[in-house]
């Protein structure tokens, strides 16, 4: 099969991997369409090491089933379906409690070395990584469910109420998936700080208020409106400060961004302000499960979330440019 394999910083080419044939308890899947994240942009750099030369990354996905393995109950060749890359144990207490995200031995499709992941022909998964969608119409949108289940977990664990004034910092894929998970959960008021005009334009089209960073302060005042909630979706020292100085006092700020892997915190803005500051990481299957009913059942909403679908073969030009921003896309998928 022709897969697309990380070489190393800034190197990316498509080559011929082996299919693997499903074990037991385990499903293959033929790939339809795979999602381009931030956080594969950040490894294909090197950025955060959090890839490994000779691996097929690729976790945002959805596809069809080619081929099942022994023991395997309700799933079917042919059967559109999503992965879910959050690979638990199933045993420890997180598992136990359903926070498969906090698993003890987590391990995440796309981000191992050891398993080809979705920037392929074929992946083949546990069954229980297996999301069937049978009410989906329009199959590529399946590629969407894994960005939007991070922005609802994150809204989540904001534990958002109905008449909470919500800020994202961010509207890049994850920061637009956040901001509708607030308004879905029921947010009073969502305003979304983001820099790049295409990316307001796009959520203002959604129906989100939306803020350049500059105006950011004088426009939150103006509307007497600081946040109790902030869902830093960029994760950078910068922006971290910013959720701390602009939310109001004893807010929640839950850092779902990964932008850096080590930050700079204002310390009385969190003491003084009685403010938490929350991680967010993944989603429990429970969300993953949610997220993709949710999507089945607003179709037209999220649909505007794709930018480019793209052969596989364009990938490395694609992550090339995405490596150095000389474009800007809202999410691309690569297509098999």
């Not at 959050?86 to 136990?96: D, H």
């Amino acid at each position: 099969m022709k897969a697309l394999v990380y070489g190393g910083p800034w190197k990316m080419q498509v080559l011929d991997r082996p299919v693997r044939a499903p074990g037991p308890g385990e499903v293959q899947v033929r790939i339809e369409a795979t999602g381009i994240c931030g956080s594969d942009i950040h490894g294909y750099t090197g950025k955060t090491g959090r890839r490994h030369e000779g691996q097929v990354m690729g976790h945002e996905t959805v596809g069809r089933v080619s081929d099942i393995g022994a023991g395997v109950s309700n799933i079917g060749v042919g059967d559109l379906v999503t992965i879910n890359p959050v690979m638990a144990c199933g045993a420890c207490e997180n598992c136990r409690h359903g926070e498969e995200q906090s698993c003890e031995s987590l391990r995440v499709f796309g981000v191992v070395p050891d398993h080809d992941a979705a920037f392929a022909e074929f992946s083949t998964v546990p069954q229980e990584n297996i999301v069937v969608l049978p009410s989906l119409q329009q199959s590529l949108l399946g590629a969407l469910i894994e960005p939007l289940a991070v922005g609802f977990h994150s809204a989540r664990i904001a534990q958002i109420a109905a008449d909470s004034d919500v800020l994202i910092i961010g509207g890049g894929p994850i920061g637009q998936a956040a901001a509708l998970a607030a308004r879905r959960l029921g947010a009073g008021r969502v305003i979304v700080s983001e820099p790049s005009p295409s990316r307001r334009s796009l959520l203002t089209s959604l129906g989100m208020m939306c803020l350049s960073p500059a105006e950011l302060e004088d426009r939150l005042q103006d509307l007497g409106a600081r946040p109790s909630v902030v869902i830093d979706a960029v994760g950078s020292s910068e922006t971290l400060i910013t959720s701390l100085s602009v939310s109001s006092r004893r807010a929640q700020v839950v850092l779902v961004g990964m932008a850096d892997p080590s930050l700079t915190i204002p310390a009385y803005r969190v003491s003084v302000d009685e403010r938490s500051i929350l991680g967010s990481f993944c989603y429990s299957y429970q969300d993953f499960r949610e997220t993709a009913e949710w999507v089945s059942s607003h179709e037209d909403q999220v649909a505007p979330l794709i930018e480019k679908a793209a052969p596989l073969e364009e990938g490395p030009g694609i992550f090339d440019q995405l490596g150095r921003h000389a474009i800007d896309a809202h999410k691309i998928l690569l297509m098999p």
